[in-house]
């Protein structure tokens, strides 16, 4: 199958974050399935993939044309499908980029309602509505969603970026409730598994920064020199 095998190479090419090269398998892919099977759950994935390129690229209108189409198609031909939630979970992230935060919030909420409770795409969407929260302000759902999804990853994904980065969101929700305390904690749990996965990163930068910014706050000296 030589479309599946042009949509392969997109995936490698996406993963290594060569967005050009995965761009150009994903169009071939999808201009074959379009001509031979069109409108078919196989034309959705190249939507998909297309749409993630896209926005990837910094186009997210176009992102968010592809993967509105690509759930078109899905939710007509397979609603039941895992590939539903992840396409919603998928026009959350754009929406959120692009600055509609309401309409985020609907399709990561209508994922969450497709998914089960204890999955790794759950606690995505429960991640993502986290941080929406929290950047609104509403800091008690900030923390009751993050609460969730750190749950999930300590079962399914333990001492994973993943879990970090839902420790590194739950330290932001105590810092903006000035719990200094409870934001360090939070901060160096993450930096923890940050140093393990992803030594000398930007994830490990940030955290040292807002560990750093904690201690400042708080007149911790000690805490400071952890840094």
């Known amino acids: 199958d030589v479309a599946a095998t042009l949509?392969?190479?997109?995936?490698?090419?996406?993963?290594?974050?060569?967005?050009?090269?995965?761009?150009?398998?994903?169009?071939?892919?999808?201009?074959?399935?379009?001509?031979?099977?069109?409108?078919s759950l196989a034309v959705a994935v190249s939507l998909s993939n297309m749409g993630i390129v896209a926005a990837e690229q910094g186009d997210l209108a176009t992102g968010a044309s592809y993967l509105r189409q690509a759930l078109t198609i899905e939710e007509k031909f397979a609603p039941g499908s895992a590939a539903v939630p992840e396409i919603l979970i998928d026009l959350g992230n754009v929406s959120s980029d692009k600055g509609d935060q309401k309409s985020a919030l609907i399709y990561f909420q209508n994922a969450l309602s497709r998914l089960a409770p204890d999955s790794l795409n759950a606690a995505a969407a429960l991640s993502s509505l986290s941080s929406i929260y929290a950047n609104e302000g509403d800091l008690k759902k900030a923390e009751k969603y993050g609460r969730?999804?750190?749950?999930?990853?300590?079962k399914l994904a333990f001492d994973s970026l993943e879990m970090a980065n839902s420790l590194e969101s739950l330290g932001f929700v105590a810092d903006e409730k000035a719990d200094r305390k409870a934001a360090a904690e939070y901060y160096l749990q993450a930096l923890a598994i940050q140093e393990k996965q992803a030594p000398e990163?930007?994830?490990?930068?940030?955290?040292?920064?807002?560990?750093?910014?904690v201690a400042d706050e708080s007149g911790d000296l000690d805490l400071a020199e952890r840094q």
């Open 7 to 39: 949509s392969d190479l997109g995936a490698v090419a996406l993963l290594e974050d060569d967005l050009g090269v995965a761009e150009q398998y994903d169009r071939e892919a999808f201009a074959i399935r379009q001509k031979l099977v069109p409108n």
């Open 148 to 154: 969730q999804a750190l749950a999930i990853r300590k």
């Open 201 to 213: 990163s930007l994830y490990t930068a940030r955290t040292s920064d807002s560990l750093a910014a």
